[in-house]
């Protein structure tokens, strides 16, 4: 079947109900002394091969219905789909630490003879900051012969570009920067619980669209220092650049984030196919990111498909004129991915 058909497929199933022909269970891995709960995707016929779908920073977690929609409509190309509970991620917790976890996990599932029957590599699909820090796991000589292919929606090449964006941007996504915001004012001096919880609120009114907010109410009881800081974060750049950036800095210092969340010297064990798909107008990581990684892959002699698209900002769906064309580069790439992760494995 033609790469486009494949993609076309994925598409059409991931809007269409599969009826209960792909079943669900929950289920318990180990990897690296630790339990992690599982969600197992099986297709409605024969396995083929095995996906991990990691979930992005969603207030629903790994439960979250779009990427259980996706994992669904993977599925029902003959991939057995695993979407782990990671806690950092579900926490919207930023620390190179899951990089340890996503490493884990790709190699316990790899090695783990009834969910991974086929015993083959195992491809990967990871979105936004998971997409970057699925990456750079496959990316470790140990994990990467684990990985067939992977396909990342929305990441990021270096987190420090990540962190301008954001700090700097009026008009980007505001739950993203509630999220960096809650986790770089944990790490700096001017760190106060009442603040960390206007941002929680915050996180989860949007998160959770809810249709009367509660962070109204809570500002009414927030002390005026506190609620002045508030919505100095949010409105004055320079204020917000002096919070994340110093934070950031006293960490990096210490703890060597940059160079941990860096992609460009970390792809010399990269062997398996990487598919980079982004929306041109992402509003919290620039498609400049994908293009950045695309060419450093290349650059390296590494196998790297690239599509940007109208049709996406940060992973959701916008409808344009130019509709048909998008859906078919949509397509290409998705069936790209899918063909690598079904072809037969030497």
């Given at each position: ?141 140990q994990t990467a012969p684990c ?175 130019a509709l048909y064309r998008e ?20």
């Open positions: 079947m033609s790469c486009y058909r494949l993609g076309y497929r994925f598409l059409l199933n991931n809007y269409i109900p599969d009826f209960g022909r792909v079943r669900v269970s929950q289920q318990i891995i180990r990897a690296a002394n630790e339990n992690y709960p599982i969600l197992v995707y099986e297709p409605p016929g024969k396995v083929a091969a095995t996906l991990i779908t990691f979930s992005g920073f969603s207030v629903h977690g790994y439960r979250d219905k779009r990427l259980a929609r996706l994992s669904r409509a993977f599925a029902r190309q003959g991939l057995r789909v695993v979407t782990p509970y990671v806690g950092d991620i579900d926490q919207l917790r930023i620390h190179p630490a899951s990089i340890d976890k996503f490493a884990a996990l790709i190699e316990a599932i790899r090695s783990d003879d009834i969910i991974n029957s086929s015993k083959r590599a195992i491809s990967i699909f990871a979105t936004s900051y998971s997409g970057g820090i699925a990456m750079l796991a496959a990316a470790r000589r990985v067939n292919a992977i396909c990342l929606l929305g990441a990021f090449a270096d987190f420090r570009n990540v962190l301008r964006f954001v700090v700097k941007e009026q008009t980007i996504d505001d739950y993203a920067r509630y999220i960096l915001l809650r986790n770089f004012l944990q790490r700096s001096d001017r760190h106060n619980n009442e603040l960390i919880n206007l941002l929680d609120v915050a996180i989860a009114d949007n998160g959770f669209r809810r249709k009367v907010p509660r962070l109204p109410r809570v500002l009414q009881a927030t002390s005026p220092d506190n609620m002045g800081v508030f919505w100095k974060m949010l409105n004055d750049v320079d204020f917000r650049r002096e919070i994340v950036y110093g934070a950031f800095a006293d960490i990096d210092q210490s703890e060597s984030w940059a160079e941990k969340f860096n992609l460009a010297d970390k792809l010399e064990q990269v062997t398996f196919s990487v598919s980079l798909i982004h929306g041109q107008r992402d509003n919290v990581i620039p498609s400049s990111e994908s293009v950045q990684l695309h060419d450093s892959l290349l650059h390296q002699g590494k196998h790297s498909h690239l599509t940007l698209t109208n049709l996406l900002d940060h992973g959701d769906l916008i409808v344009n004129h859906v078919s580069k949509l397509a290409l790439a998705f069936g790209t991915f899918i063909e690598v992760s079904l072809a037969p494995q030497g």
